[in-house]
């Protein structure tokens, strides 16, 4: 009775394990019926030609033969076949147990995920390489989403914090109006007009980092030797640095091998490397695009003589939002997106990218290291 109750109970609860059970059970029909026929048909007759050839002539003694060859073939016969059938049903139970098991496994874990539950994971269940696999991909797929869940709550709280600042701001002023305390005069169109920039700067932000980040993203690849690219930056960023007291430099080898890239995406991320270089360099400081060739491709970078990174900061300062210096950064401006946009592209190019600075007060250095243009792959 147990065993039946385990039977209907695996019949029950998969419908690849009942399927599985029964193809066992059919295997060995086939397999029983096919023995008993070449026992019963093929068998005998075969047996009698053999009788026959040992040159027995006596009927009595060839039919006494015979029928005991018939008896201990049906009873052989039916021996292994009861035997093979309790075999077969009992490894195809434990096996589509093994397998309900498992598949089980993975059902609540998949309805934990769609619940919300990014911890859920699915046991090893040691059924063969198939099954490993599933439930490896199965895991690595929740740790992706949880780790996608934690980056969304942390873009939401930084995007909550970000906008809290101006749209209080606007909110006082505002009130102020209201209340006859304020007077709309030059000063407060300025705060206005700059809160509301700020928050039109956030929102374009939040767009490019969103288009950069996308698996799709789309690059139309063209040959480009880097010294126009660092010349093309530091041609659009020359009003700036002279606003801001700061000289601008370019540097760039002339041997350097071209690079297969999107011209104006790459013009983005040299852009961004320079405000930001700009925005934490003092007046009367410098900032360099250099470029150099290095082993299997081009090595662009943008360094400042500004500020500098502490060493703890070196491998968040491409986070959305993160910032060195809070404070400062809100007062320039800057929302913390520009380097995670320059980390998408340059990865997206086939590329990387690392900040190294020799601690506060003594600047900072960008690299983008990029593949050469070996093989034309917009051909």
Known sequence: ?????SVEGTFGRSGLAARLLLAFVLV???AGVTAWLV?????????????????VADPAAVFHAEDAF????????????????????AVAVLLARRVSRSLHAVSTAAALLASGRFDARVPDPRLGA???????????MAGRLAESEELRRRLL??????????????????DGLEDGVVDLGSQTIAVLRGQGARLTRLADDLAAVTRAEAPNTSLDLTRTA???????AASSAQASAARAGVELLVDCAEDLPTILV???????????????????????????????????????????????????????VFERFYRVDTARSRTDGGSGIGLAVVKALVEAHGGRVVALSDGPGRGTRIEVQLPAAVVDRSL
């Open 1 to 5: 009775m147990n065993d039946l109750a």
């Open 28 to 30: 060995v029909a086939v």
């Open 39 to 55: 026992a019963g048909l093929a068998g005998p007759v075969l047996f009698h030609r053999h009788l026959v050839a040992t040159g």
């Open 70 to 89: 018939r008896s201990a073939s049906a009873l052989a016969v039916g021996l292994g076949l009861v035997a093979g059938l309790a075999t077969s049903l």
């Open 130 to 140: 198939d099954f490993d696999a599933l439930a490896s991909s199965f895991n690595s």
């Open 157 to 174: 709280g930084d995007v909550a914090h970000e906008l809290r600042t101006p749209v209080a701001t606007l909110g006082a002023y505002l």
């Open 226 to 232: 880097p010294c126009v690219l660092l010349h093309s």
């Open 262 to 316: 999107d011209h104006d995406r790459m013009g983005q991320v040299l852009g961004n490397l320079v405000d930001n270089a700009l925005r934490h360099t003092p007046d009367g400081g410098s900032v360099t695009l250099a470029g150099r060739r290095r082993p299997g491709g081009v090595l662009l970078s943008v360094t400042d003589t500004g500020s500098g990174i502490a060493a703890e900061h070196l491998l968040r």
